[in-house]
Structure formats: C-alpha cells, structure tokens
C-alpha cells in the first residue's frame, strides 16, 4: 500500500517542516511567483504561444493560489509564533499578506455574504431540529405540538429562513468590508508587488536570515 509519511505527522512536526531556511525561502518564492505571474502574462500577451501559455499559468495558479495562500497563511503563523524568531516580523508579514491576496483571488469571485447565510441557515435549521426531536410527540402537552411542527418540512424552512435572513444583514456587512479589502489586494497591480516582495524576502533568507531578523541557524 502507497505510504505517504507526511500525512501522518503531528502537527508539531508539520511546524517544525517549515522551521527550515531553505523550505521557507523556497515558500516565499514560488508563492510570490504564482502572485507576480500577472506581469509575465501581459508581457507575453503579443507573443502567440507564449501568451497563450501564460494565460494558462494564470487561470490555473488562481485556483492552486488559494491552496498556497492557505499553506502561506499558516507558514507566517508558524514563523509569528516562535519565540526564538521575535523578530522575523517582516517574513511572517510578507507571508500572511500574500496568503490572504492569493485566497481573496478566489473567494471574491463568489458572493460570500450569501454562502455565509446559507451555511449559517442549514446548521441552525439542524442544531434546532436535533434539539427539538426528542419533544416531538403529540402526547406532550403543548410543547408537543410545537415540536412537531417545528421539525416538519415546512418549520424546518420557515426556521431555515429567518436564520437566512438575520445572518444575511448581520454576517454580510461583515463579509462586503471583507470582501473590499480583498479586492484591493486580490487586484493585478498590488498582488504582482507583494509577489515581487515575496521572491525579494525568499532570495534574503537563502543569502543572509539575518537582515529579515531570522535567527541563524534556525533550531
């Protein structure tokens, strides 16, 4: 049977992965190019073949970007987190920043204010028809009835709507500043900056941590 060891690592042991200078740089850089690829697509937009396959590069990194951005966002957490790098302020930074622009590519194409009411809406209406099933006999008085009703198709919808409705106005202004401020750094321009940073940083931290206030080596 096909073994694959990192699936079964703690996570203390996926943390310490990254603890590594060579993985980290490498995180850097290849995260800030699926970011900076944009300047290459335009590049070689007059270019036939090249065009083409650029376009492809950056149809594909966008949604391999919010997988990336995930992992990018946990490897600046891991970086922020360790005492002995207090002062590697600048690469968990970078890196969060570039997490956060590879995964708003994708979540602000989707109206998340809707999902997020939806989401919300299916697991009141299933917390609320799992805490009222065992009271839901005509034999008990009053709040019998109500249970039952409540638990039948139409309560469930009628439940389901309200909460729909409520986690809209509230969670969806929420999500629309969100969703703003991910646009902003989701755009072209500013996502190629932070990818150029990004590779910058990486490059630092294979040459000399030290500048970025990475300790050396790192235990």
Do not use: H
Not at 60 to 84: E, M, Q, R
Not at 189 to 218: D, E, H, K, Y
């Amino acid at each position: 049977m096909l073994q694959i060891p990192f699936l079964d690592w703690t996570l203390d042991e996926i943390m310490a992965f990254f603890k590594d200078d060579w993985i980290l740089a490498w995180v850097l850089i290849l995260s800030g190019g699926l970011l900076a690829v944009w300047l290459l697509e335009n590049i070689t937009d007059p270019i036939p073949l090249l065009g083409t396959i650029f376009d492809g590069l950056v149809a594909v990194g966008t949604y391999i970007g919010f997988f990336v951005g995930i992992l990018d966002i946990f490897v600046g957490y891991v970086v922020w987190s360790d005492p002995v790098q207090s002062n590697a302020i600048i690469v968990a930074g970078i890196l969060v920043l570039m997490g956060f622009s590879l995964v708003m590519r994708v979540l602000s194409k989707f109206p998340l204010a809707l999902v997020f009411a939806l989401a919300v809406a299916v697991f009141g209406a299933a917390t609320i028809y799992f805490f009222l099933l065992p009271y839901a006999d005509p034999l008990i008085p009053v709040l019998g009835d109500i249970a039952v009703w409540l638990t039948s198709g139409k309560g469930l919808l009628v439940i389901g709507f309200i909460i729909f409705c409520v986690a809209y106005v509230i969670g969806g202004l929420i999500i629309k500043l969100i969703q703003l401020i991910g646009k902003i750094f989701a755009s072209r321009p500013v996502s190629a900056l932070v990818g150029l940073a990004a590779i910058a940083i990486g490059v630092i931290v294979i040459l000399n941590p030290a500048l970025v206030g990475l300790v050396v080596p790192w235990p």
